[in-house]
């Protein structure tokens, strides 16, 4: 158990500025792009409910999540790469929902282009964050 904490608090020391300020700038964008709000606020007030408003809520706590993890990015904290990749995770489960069962206020589009860029961009992030996290803990000697 101490072994695994130690794994997600450890800091990266070998994070180039360009990964860091990338993985922050794609992290931030995950959370912008799936917090949806011209919908919110312009959609008509039927779907404004209590199960839309658990809706937004989530989003919402979303979007500090990823602020939460790009500040961890930017202290060069693992952890910050991991919280990344959970709600990127997070977020392709809730587009699946959204798509497939329904989500309250959000309408089933599957090819609506801001959905699209939002898949594009965690996939980015994914793919980053695991290099980041794999390369750091290949090289042992050079973490903090």
Same mark, same amino acid.
């Given at each position: 158990m101490t072994n695994v904490f130690l794994f997600m608090m450890g800091t990266l020391t070998r994070?180039? /500025?360009? $990964? /860091?300020?990338?993985?922050?700038?794609? %992290? @931030? #964008?995950?959370?912008?792009?799936n917090f949806h709000v011209p919908h919110f606020l312009l959609e008509s007030p039927k779907?404004?409910?209590? $199960?839309?408003?658990?809706? !937004?809520? $989530?989003l919402? $706590?979303?979007?500090?999540?990823?602020? @939460?993890?790009?500040?961890?990015i930017s202290r060069n904290m693992r952890w910050g790469w991991?919280?990344?990749i959970l709600i990127a995770g997070i977020s392709f489960v809730l587009y699946l929902? =959204? !798509?497939?069962?329904g989500l309250p206020g959000l309408p089933k589009t599957?090819? !609506?282009p801001s959905? %699209?860029?939002?898949? #594009?961009? !965690?996939g980015l992030f994914v793919v980053l964050a695991r290099? =980041? @996290?794999? *390369? *750091?803990?290949?090289?042992?000697?050079k973490m903090g």
């Open positions: 994070v180039s /500025k360009r $990964a /860091k300020g990338t993985g922050i700038v794609l %992290i @931030v #964008m995950v959370g912008l792009l779907y404004f409910g209590s $199960a839309s408003s658990l809706l !937004e809520l $989530a919402f $706590a979303n979007l500090l999540g990823t602020v @939460v993890a790009a500040v961890g991991l919280l990344g929902a =959204q !798509e497939t069962v599957w090819w !609506e959905r %699209i860029v939002s898949l #594009m961009v !965690e290099y =980041q @996290v794999v *390369s *750091s803990r290949r090289n042992p000697r």
